[in-house]
């Protein structure tokens, strides 16, 4: 591809002449040459045969095209492609040595064209000096501004190199190229070199105080929630939720995130609300019907007479210790019906404690159990519970709203 572009930028150079033998190889030389007996010194046009000599199938001479590249490189010392080009004829005329002075040559020249680095990178691969691939690649990543180029670096150095090799030689220090390759590891479920990339990202940032894009950490603090590294998570998650709507996060000793299901983008990430459908039942945050705040978690049960526990939350626990689980909940058209409540379990899924259900048609009614934790609890699970109707039941238009639920360590 560079080096088509590099023939056909050449080539518009020659016009008039070319017109007259377009289609053919040997008619551009033919052009080329009689364009150099018209201006002899002219670079472009030493550069355009010796890349013909060098790649063309029909008049290959790499003779010829040394001695071009020669002179047009006498004329202009500082074309970084010519020396690229030349580095390569070097490596198929087996001359290492000045094959690695004519690439380094172009990468000096050119610190910052993508494509050159690209192609210089290929061919340090192609003369098997992998130290020097890799150097080369580490700058064009530096340099690309296209994201679909950064990731073919990206791919090509885990190719290449081991990943703590290519975070330690490869990725190019700094904020924004961490957080590009973060970004990359993410897109790609690799776990763990993005939490190694993370925490070299975390490290530099405490110095440097820059910040952290709010959206990559959340996925990762759901990176290291899927993995069940809830103590890493929780640091960063709360102050993620600070930074991003300090209303939503968890306040003063108050371990419930979104307490008041006050934010709606957060709700299935992290530490947040985990919500999920049951038969005829749906949810959505209500803001006409509220306890405290702009708005309410509302469960509209339909005609199903399922058990729900579809709303749940992990929140971070310390061992054998008391806790205090509090909420409100109004509810509408449960006569005859379960109640709802909320449920305390245990990480292996044991309930620990219940709030008193609430049934029937009642306006808002503060509910709460406390309850012990395990002596090797690091976690505990907050769910909202309504179990199964009777099917003489008949529940159309039931509904329940939960809002202010808090956590708090009581000893």
Same mark, same amino acid.
């Given at each position: 591809?560079?080096?088509?572009?590099?023939?056909?930028?050449?080539?518009?150079?020659?016009?008039?002449?070319?017109?007259?033998?377009?289609? =053919?190889?040997?008619?551009?030389?033919?052009?080329?040459?009689?364009?150099?007996?018209?201006?002899? /010194?002219?670079?472009?046009?030493?550069?355009?045969?010796?890349?013909?000599?060098?790649?063309? +199938?029909?008049?290959?001479?790499?003779?010829?095209?040394?001695?071009?590249?020669?002179?047009?490189?006498?004329?202009?010392?500082?074309?970084?492609?010519?020396?690229?080009?030349?580095?390569? #004829?070097?490596?198929?005329?087996?001359?290492?040595?000045?094959?690695?002075?004519?690439?380094?040559?172009?990468?000096? #020249?050119?610190?910052?064209?993508?494509?050159?680095?690209?192609?210089?990178?290929?061919?340090?691969?192609?003369?098997?000096?992998?130290?020097?691939?890799?150097?080369?690649?580490?700058?064009? *990543?530096?340099?690309?501004? !296209?994201? !679909?180029?950064?990731?073919?670096?990206?791919?090509?150095?885990?190719?290449?190199?081991? &990943?703590?090799?290519?975070?330690?030689?490869?990725?190019?220090?700094?904020?924004?190229?961490?957080?590009?390759?973060?970004?990359?590891?993410?897109?790609?479920?690799?776990?763990?070199?993005? +939490?190694? %990339?993370?925490?070299?990202?975390?490290?530099?940032? =405490?110095?440097?105080?820059?910040?952290?894009?709010?959206?990559?950490?959340?996925?990762?603090?759901?990176? #290291?929630?899927?993995?069940?590294?809830?103590?890493?998570?929780?640091?960063?998650?709360?102050?993620? $939720?600070?930074?991003?709507? &300090?209303?939503?996060?968890?306040?003063?000793?108050?371990?419930?995130?979104?307490?008041? @299901?006050?934010?709606?983008?957060?709700?299935?990430?992290?530490?947040?609300?985990?919500?999920?459908?049951?038969?005829?039942?749906?949810? !959505?945050?209500?803001?006409?019907?509220?306890?405290? /705040?702009?708005?309410?978690?509302?469960?509209?049960?339909?005609?199903?007479?399922?058990? @729900?526990?579809?709303?749940?939350?992990?929140? &971070?626990?310390?061992?054998?210790?008391?806790?205090?689980? %509090?909420?409100?909940?109004?509810?509408?058209? #449960?006569?005859?019906?379960?109640? %709802?409540?909320?449920?305390?379990?245990?990480?292996?899924? /044991?309930? +620990?404690?219940?709030?008193?259900?609430?049934?029937?048609?009642?306006?808002?009614?503060?509910?709460?159990?406390?309850?012990?934790?395990?002596?090797?609890?690091?976690?505990?699970? *907050?769910?909202?519970?309504?179990?199964?109707?009777?099917? =003489?039941?008949?529940?159309?238009?039931?509904?329940?709203?939960?809002?202010?639920?808090?956590? $708090?360590?009581?000893?």
């Amino acid at each position: 591809m560079f080096c088509v572009a590099f023939l056909l930028a050449s080539a518009a150079a020659l016009r008039p002449w070319v017109a007259q033998w377009a289609g =053919s190889e040997a008619s551009v030389d033919g052009a080329a040459r009689r364009a150099l007996s018209i201006d002899p /010194g002219n670079d472009r046009f030493q550069a355009m045969l010796a890349t013909l000599y060098q790649y063309s +199938l029909l008049i290959r001479d790499y003779p010829a095209a040394l001695t071009a590249y020669q002179a047009a490189l006498r004329a202009n010392p500082l074309d970084s492609a010519s020396w690229l080009h030349l580095g390569k #004829l070097y490596q198929k005329l087996d001359r290492p040595r000045e094959a690695d002075r004519a690439l380094r040559l172009a990468v000096q #020249l050119a610190p910052s064209d993508a494509g050159l680095l690209w192609e210089g990178t290929l061919a340090y691969l192609e003369a098997g000096e992998l130290p020097e691939a890799l150097s080369t690649l580490s700058r064009f *990543i530096a340099v690309a501004e !296209d994201g !679909d180029d950064r990731r073919k670096g990206y791919d090509l150095a885990g190719r290449l190199a081991s &990943p703590d090799e290519v975070l330690r030689g490869v990725i190019p220090s700094g904020v924004t190229s961490y957080t590009q390759y973060l970004t990359y590891l993410l897109d790609r479920n690799r776990g763990t070199e993005a +939490l190694q %990339v993370w925490g070299w990202l975390n490290e530099l940032t =405490s110095r440097s105080k820059e910040r952290i894009d709010p959206k990559l950490q959340l996925r990762v603090v759901d990176l #290291l929630v899927a993995e069940g590294k809830f103590g890493a998570a929780h640091g960063p998650w709360t102050n993620l $939720m600070k930074t991003m709507d &300090p209303d939503a996060a968890a306040s003063g000793s108050n371990l419930i995130s979104n307490a008041s @299901f006050e934010r709606r983008d957060t709700l299935g990430r992290g530490f947040d609300w985990k919500i999920g459908g049951a038969p005829g039942i749906v949810w !959505d945050l209500d803001t006409s019907i509220v306890y405290a /705040g702009r708005q309410s978690l509302r469960l509209s049960f339909g005609t199903s007479p399922a058990e @729900f526990s579809n709303v749940s939350q992990v929140v &971070p626990v310390q061992a054998d210790s008391t806790y205090t689980l %509090v909420a409100y909940i109004k509810t509408r058209g #449960l006569e005859g019906a379960s109640g %709802v409540q909320l449920e305390v379990l245990d990480p292996l899924g /044991g309930v +620990l404690a219940r709030t008193q259900p609430v049934a029937g048609t009642r306006d808002w009614t503060k509910v709460g159990a406390t309850f012990r934790t395990a002596a090797r609890s690091g976690t505990a699970t *907050i769910r909202i519970h309504r179990g199964p109707t009777p099917p =003489s039941i008949q529940l159309d238009g039931a509904t329940a709203w939960i809002d202010t639920v808090s956590l $708090m360590k009581t000893d």
